[in-house]
C-alpha cells in the first residue's frame, strides 16, 4: 500500500454547519463589536441595519423585499414563516433530505393543518417539484444539506402567476447558488452555513406577497413572541430596519459583518458562486477517476456545491466510519460523517471560505485512506 500523502491541508474544517470560517479569519476582526452594550443603542443598531442592508445588496434581493435577522438560526426562520402565514390555503411540502422532512412533520404534527400534500425525493434525488400546485402555498429546501442535492437555479417549476406563497429553506444554497428571486417569497438562512459565521441568529427576506399574507391572515393558533412580525395587521416595520424580537449577540453581528466584507473582497456573489462550483469540481475529476466513490446525487443537474454527500458502495458502513476516523485523527478532514438520517457515506462541505487546493489534498487522503480501511 502507498504511503500517506506529504501534505495536509491548511484547513480541517470540512464540516456541514458550523462551516469553515473565511480564510485568513482572526478573532482580531471582532474588536469593534459593541460589546456590553444595548442592542437598542444607535451603535448596536447600526451595526444590526449594516448587516441587513449589506446582506440585501450583496445577495442583489430586489428593493421591495424586507429582511430581518430573527431568533434561533435557519430553524426559527422557518418555523416563523410556517405559525404566522401557513392556514389559508393547502401546502405543498417538497423534501429529499431530513430538514425538509422536519418541516413537513411539523406542518402536520404541530400545526395540524388539515390539507397538506407532500412530494418525496429519496436521498439523491429530487422530488416530482413540477406536479406541486401553484394555488397552494409551497414549502422547499433550496438544498438538501444532508442529501447533496439541489434546486436549479432558474426553479422554472415555481409559476410567475402562483396563488400560493414559495417559503424556501435557504441556509446551505444561498451565498453560493443563484436565487430567482421573482419565484421566491419567503426565504431563510443562517449565518454558521455558507459564510462560517457564529450560530444562534437566522435571517428571513420577504417578498411583497409575503407581507400581504402577514397584513392580512390571522393564523387561529396562539403565535409565540419570537414568531411575530405583524403588529394590529401591520408589518412591524422596525424589525426590518435593525430592531430585533430578542437580545442578539453583537459579537456574532460583528462575525457577520466581517464574513460580508470578505465577500466583497472577493468580488461579490458571483466570485463566491465560482468558488463553490471550482471546489465542487475539484471533487468531481476525482470522483471520475475511481470507481470505488460515487455522488449521492444522481443528477448532475442537481448536485450541490457546498453539501456534497458521498456514498462508498464498495465498502460497509464501518468501513465507512473507519475511514472518517481516520482522517480526523491524521488532522485532515473534521467532521465529514453523512448525516444520521442518510445513507451511510461522508458529507463534506465544498462552500466558498473553502480553498480547492485544501480540497485536492484532501482527495488524496481520501484514497489512501480508503486503500487502508479496505485492506484491513
Not at 200 to 207: D, E, K, P, R, V
Not at 309 to 319: K, N, S, W, Y
Amino acid at each position: 500500500m502507498a504511503d500517506a500523502p506529504k501534505n495536509k491541508p491548511s484547513s480541517a474544517c470540512f464540516s456541514s454547519g458550523p462551516c469553515k470560517k473565511r480564510p485568513g479569519y482572526s478573532l482580531e476582526a471582532l474588536a469593534d463589536a459593541p460589546l456590553g452594550r444595548s442592542h437598542r443603542h444607535p451603535l448596536a443598531l447600526a451595526k444590526l441595519r449594516l448587516a441587513i442592508d449589506d446582506t440585501k445588496r450583496i445577495l442583489g434581493v430586489p428593493e421591495s423585499y424586507l429582511c430581518a435577522i430573527v431568533p434561533a438560526s435557519d430553524t426559527g426562520a422557518v418555523e416563523m414563516a410556517m405559525w404566522t402565514m401557513l392556514g389559508p390555503r393547502p401546502v405543498d411540502v417538497c423534501y429529499w433530505e431530513s430538514f425538509g422532512k422536519g418541516w413537513a412533520d411539523d406542518l402536520k404534527n404541530q400545526l395540524k393543518l388539515p390539507d397538506v400534500r407532500e412530494f418525496i425525493g429519496e436521498y439523491g434525488v429530487l422530488p416530482p417539484l413540477h406536479e406541486t400546485d401553484p394555488n397552494h402555498d409551497i414549502i422547499f429546501t433550496w438544498n438538501g444539506t444532508t442529501s447533496g442535492v439541489c434546486c436549479s437555479s432558474d426553479a422554472s417549476w415555481i409559476s410567475d402567476e402562483r396563488q400560493g406563497l414559495t417559503i424556501c429553506d435557504a441556509t446551505s444554497g444561498v451565498f453560493a447558488m443563484d436565487i430567482p428571486w421573482p419565484k421566491i417569497d419567503v426565504l431563510t438562512f443562517s449565518w454558521q452555513k455558507v459564510l462560517g459565521g457564529e450560530a444562534a441568529h437566522g435571517m428571513i427576506i420577504l417578498s411583497p406577497r409575503a407581507v400581504e399574507r402577514l397584513e392580512t391572515y390571522s393564523p387561529p393558533w396562539p403565535v409565540p413572541k419570537i414568531f411575530r412580525m405583524s403588529k394590529k395587521g401591520q408589518i412591524d416595520s422596525a424589525l426590518f430596519t435593525g430592531s430585533v424580537i430578542n437580545t442578539v449577540s453583537m459579537l456574532c453581528v460583528e462575525d457577520y459583518l466581517d464574513a460580508l466584507k470578505w465577500v466583497d473582497s472577493v468580488g461579490g456573489l458571483s466570485a463566491l458562486i465560482e468558488r463553490s462550483k471550482k471546489n465542487l469540481q475539484v471533487f468531481e475529476e476525482f470522483v471520475a477517476k475511481h470507481d470505488w466513490i460515487e455522488f449521492l446525487a444522481k443528477d448532475a443537474a442537481s448536485r450541490s456545491n457546498t453539501s456534497v454527500c458521498f456514498v462508498l458502495p464498495q465498502a460497509t458502513p464501518e468501513q465507512v466510519k473507519a475511514l472518517s476516523k481516520l482522517l480526523e485523527k491524521e488532522g485532515v478532514a473534521y467532521d465529514i460523517n453523512s448525516y444520521r438520517d442518510a445513507p451511510p457515506g461522508l458529507r463534506i462541505w465544498c462552500g466558498a471560505t473553502v480553498e480547492a487546493s485544501d480540497i485536492a489534498v484532501l482527495c488524496e487522503w481520501l484514497e489512501y485512506g480508503y486503500a487502508k480501511i479496505t485492506a484491513a
